[in-house]
Structures are given as C-alpha cells and as structure tokens.
C-alpha cells in the first residue's frame, strides 16, 4: 500500500509514520499545497495513493481546501467519486462543524487525535486493506 500522510507538526508525522511503515510505503507532506503537488504527480507516475492521511489545521493550505483540490484534480482526471483515493481526516478538531463539513467534501473516514494504533488498523481493515 501507498500512504500519503500531510501534517504541520513533525510529532504527529513521526507518529502516523511510524504506525504505517510496516504496512506500506508513506510520502510526507508538511502543509496542503505540498500535498497537491505530491498527489499531482502520483496521479502522472501512475503511482496512485491508497490513503492520505490529512490534517486540517496547517498553514499554507488548510485541510478542507486540501481536500476540495484534491477531489477537483481527481474529477478532472476522469476518477469518480467512490474511485479516488481515499481520505482520512486526522485532527484534534473533533466538532460537529468540522466533521460534516469534511464529510461534504469529499473525505471517507475521520480520526480524531490522539488515537491509537489498534483504531488505526481498524480503520484500514474496515476499508479492506489488510494490516
């Protein structure tokens, strides 16, 4: 599997690193905009993401526009909606606001920080990737 995990915050990079690399390969971007560049040219290679692991609060490109980017670029390329990659919310913004809103735009799961490794394989089992 191929993860891409998008964090301002080292810590919780070094953290979700750590808990995926025995699972599958992990790119690292530390804001939105890099994000969309590496997603970009996954899309290019052909070298498509299974999971992006997103924050919302990063400076630069906030989560939510990240995402919307995201969803737009994969529109544009002919990937429609359920056949994209599939993305993770992982935040410490736990609000019914921030959860409908990164429902509405396009995002699959939502984890709210801190959590553990177990939640995490549980989540990735639910999408029907094996740990």
Same mark, same amino acid.
């Given at each position: 599997?191929?993860?891409?995990?998008?964090?301002?915050?080292?810590?919780?990079? +070094?953290?979700?690193?750590?808990?995926?690399?025995?699972?599958?390969?992990?790119? *690292?971007?530390?804001?939105? @905009?890099?994000?969309?560049?590496?997603?970009? #040219?996954?899309? +290019?290679?052909?070298?498509?993401?299974?999971?992006?692991?997103?924050?919302? @609060?990063?400076?630069?490109?906030?989560?939510?526009?990240? #995402?919307?980017?995201?969803?737009?670029?994969?529109?544009?390329?002919? *990937?429609?909606?359920?056949?994209?990659?599939?993305?993770?919310?992982?935040?410490? #913004?736990?609000?019914?606001?921030?959860?409908?809103?990164?429902?509405?735009?396009?995002?699959?799961?939502?984890?709210?920080?801190?959590?553990?490794? @177990? @939640?995490?394989?549980?989540?990735?089992?639910?999408?029907?990737?094996?740990?």
């Amino acid at each position: 599997m191929k993860f891409l995990i998008v964090d301002d915050d080292l810590t919780n990079r +070094k953290l979700l690193h750590t808990m995926l690399e025995d699972v599958g390969g992990c790119d *690292i971007a530390v804001n939105g @905009k890099e994000a969309v560049d590496y997603f970009q #040219l996954s899309l +290019k290679e052909k070298e498509f993401y299974d999971v992006i692991f997103l924050d919302i @609060k990063m400076p630069v490109m906030d989560g939510h526009e990240t #995402l919307k980017r995201i969803r737009k670029i994969e529109e544009e390329n002919g *990937i429609f909606v359920g056949a994209g990659v599939k993305v993770v919310m992982v935040t410490a #913004l736990g609000d019914k606001q921030n959860i409908l809103s990164a429902f509405h735009e396009g995002c699959e799961y939502y984890l709210v920080k801190p959590f553990q490794q @177990k @939640k995490l394989f549980d989540l990735l089992e639910e999408m029907g990737y094996s740990t």
